[in-house]
């Protein structure tokens, strides 16, 4: 017990607490912490701003509607026709719900994921206008709309009612035409029905089941949302203003806030977000900070001078400093934890290995060298699958990653040549980090539509084998773009002979097998959890790889 780390069990390691031996004191404050939180304040602002303009209208396109129920039909018929006010909102500010009594007394309002079937729909609508202590005493043989019903003939004005289903595309169709039946069935309850969805035409593209002559179906505006993403379009805008904002935001840094906002999809919330990160950033590495953390008495004066200039309308020479820009870290706040897959690492190489990386040179030179050789691009490769007989892709419209095979590794070049056939010229074969995935990569390429996972695991050991032998073997290339599939098994024979002869140590060989079967396995897993490959066998699902003897290309 007297080392620092203490082995309990293999692989369990106790570290000891060591006690600091300095006193944290308070934290320094920053000097200019104030200017910091009045920005983002307003970043804030200008989005509750938004919010309340967008809340006063969706309230008013409700007040409306309730009023167009209440008024007497224009046309008398004969025979009147019972029909449903029903009204369909597209993204309802979360601000309107509690507000909606004051609109109507008896409003409630029901989430779509308490209406999984029609006993838990009619249930929670039951339970919204009596309460659970009310809807528990009823009596056997009444349903829980016959309790509404009877509760409503009970009241002294019997006021109309209003139905608010919230996210209501998580509702079946099935369930929501047998509710709107109901409330038919129950005519003498006025009833409104006010839906909120997040988008209108695929909410009405579902409507299989519902008869149209049940409903008197209205339309309501979203207020100031037609254009899709305005909430964070507004804060952008107000962000991009010197005169509104004491720290403004760049063109370029707006317009990637607006792409991040269109892919990932965080709204508001997720803008703020990046927003409050650049001014933390911003705060403590920008030539600004530099300014105000001088220890001399007129640094805080000289930004004060600047603030007053800027206010004042004058682009003077230090505008620049109360500016933030891009920064290549902040897709790490929108998304901290992206998982990336080996087929999207090898789908955008450049990410990973700048085009000034030595290794690139030798890609090229290491295919200079292999055309100056005369190897045949067109060999057979030992990845190609015994049924499809043919290394070039059958399947143009794979795809890797959301992209297509042809968009993402250049399958085949201008002289048709196949992309399995020879290095990519955006891999780095050369590099030691993607030796092993980049000839799982040109597996991939070079797989037909059906694949016996054991030749292609054969063939991936291969692959790695003769990468690592290039020095004895200079004038063949490597085996995840050539060689006869026919010479695999002699290939191997002749390398683990090799091995004897030369004394390498089995130990070591069997961990370099398993740590290729591990990068295999997980090649598949991934490919599978894409959508890319398909297990073929019997009780694939139960004994996952151990009964799984091929897989299918998608």
């Keep these: 017990m007297d080392d620092d780390f203490h082995s309990l069990n293999k692989g369990v390691f106790v570290i000891p607490f060591q006690p600091d031996d300095t006193v944290a004191g308070p934290s320094k404050p920053r000097p200019l912490g104030k200017v910091y939180d009045h920005a983002y304040h307003r970043y804030e602002t200008a989005y509750k701003k938004y919010e309340a303009d967008r809340s006063v209208e969706q309230l008013d396109e409700i007040a409306e509607w309730l009023e167009r129920c209440d008024s007497p039909p224009m046309l008398n018929r004969a025979f009147p026709i019972q029909r449903l006010p029903l009204a369909i909102i597209q993204s309802?500010?979360?601000?309107?719900?509690?507000?909606?009594?004051?609109?109507?007394?008896?409003?409630?309002?029901?989430?779509?994921?308490d209406m999984s079937d029609l006993a838990s729909a009619t249930r929670?609508?039951?339970?919204?206008?009596?309460?659970?202590?009310?809807?528990?005493?009823?009596?056997?043989?009444?349903?829980?709309?016959?309790?509404?019903e009877r509760w409503w003939r009970g009241l002294h004005d019997q006021p109309p009612l209003l139905l608010h289903i919230q996210q209501a595309q998580l509702v079946s169709t099935a369930v929501l035409s047998k509710i709107m039946y109901i409330f038919n069935l129950h005519a003498d309850i006025p009833i409104r029905l006010l839906v909120s969805v997040p988008s209108i035409n695929i909410f009405m593209s579902t409507w299989t089941m519902v008869e149209p002559s049940e409903v008197d179906l209205s339309i309501l505006s979203s207020g100031r949302t037609r254009k899709r993403s305005a909430g964070v379009h507004a804060i952008l805008k107000a962000a991009s203003d010197y005169q509104e904002v004491p720290i403004a935001i760049t063109d370029e840094l707006a317009e990637e806030l607006g792409g991040e906002e269109e892919l990932l999809g965080g709204g508001a919330a997720g803008t703020l977000k990046s927003l409050k990160w650049l001014l933390l950033h911003h705060s403590y590495t920008s030539p600004l900070a530099s300014i105000a953390d001088d220890e001399s008495s007129d640094s805080l004066?000289?930004?004060?001078?600047?603030?007053?200039?800027?206010?004042?309308?004058?682009?003077?020479?230090?505008?620049?400093?109360?500016?933030?820009?891009?920064?290549?870290?902040?897709?790490?706040?929108?998304?901290?934890?992206?998982?990336?897959?080996?087929?999207?690492?090898?789908?955008?190489?450049?990410?990973?290995?700048?085009?000034?990386?030595?290794?690139?040179?030798?890609?090229?030179?290491?295919?200079?060298?292999?055309?100056?050789?005369?190897?045949?691009?067109?060999?057979?490769?030992?990845?190609?699958?015994?049924?499809?007989?043919?290394?070039?892709?059958?399947?143009?419209?794979?795809?890797?990653?959301?992209?297509?095979?042809?968009?993402?590794a250049e399958m085949a070049d201008c002289n048709g040549e196949p992309a399995a056939s020879r290095p990519s010229n955006d891999l780095s074969s050369g590099s030691e980090a993607f030796k092993a995935v980049e000839a799982l990569y040109a597996l991939w390429q070079s797989g037909g539509k059906s694949v016996n996972l054991w030749d292609w695991l054969e063939g991936f050991r291969a692959a790695v084998d003769d990468e690592d032998d290039d020095d004895e073997d200079d004038g063949d290339v490597s085996g995840a773009y050539g060689a006869d599939e026919d010479t695999t098994p002699q290939r191997g024979k002749r390398k683990r002979r090799a091995d004897e002869e030369n004394g390498r140590d089995p130990e070591e060989e069997a961990e370099k097998q398993?740590?290729?079967?591990?990068?295999?396995?997980?090649?598949?897993?991934e490919s599978r959890m894409l959508g890319l490959v398909r297990a073929r066998g019997s009780r694939t699902s139960k004994r996952a790889d151990e009964v799984v003897k091929g897989v299918l290309m998608i």
Excluded at 377 to 401: C, E, H, I
Excluded at 514 to 525: D, G, L, N
């Design 92 to 113: 309802l500010s979360p601000s309107i719900v509690p507000r909606l009594t004051s609109l109507v007394p008896n409003a409630v309002t029901v989430n779509g994921r």
């Design 124 to 148: 929670a609508v039951a339970v919204g206008f009596l309460g659970e202590a009310a809807l528990a005493s009823r009596k056997a043989g009444r349903t829980p709309i016959d309790e509404v």
């Design 301 to 408: 004066r000289k930004v004060q001078a600047l603030v007053d200039e800027i206010k004042e309308g004058h682009n003077g020479s230090g505008t620049h400093l109360f500016t933030m820009d891009t920064n290549a870290d902040l897709i790490s706040v929108q998304n901290p934890t992206p998982r990336l897959s080996i087929l999207q690492a090898l789908s955008k190489p450049s990410t990973f290995l700048p085009t000034t990386s030595p290794a690139i040179g030798d890609l090229h030179g290491h295919e200079n060298g292999a055309e100056a050789d005369g190897a045949d691009p067109n060999r057979t490769s030992p990845l190609t699958s015994r049924k499809s007989g043919s290394a070039t892709p059958k399947d143009d419209d794979a795809v890797v990653g959301g992209q297509r095979r042809s968009d993402v």
């Design 514 to 525: 398993a740590r290729q079967h591990a990068t295999f396995i997980r090649f598949v897993e």
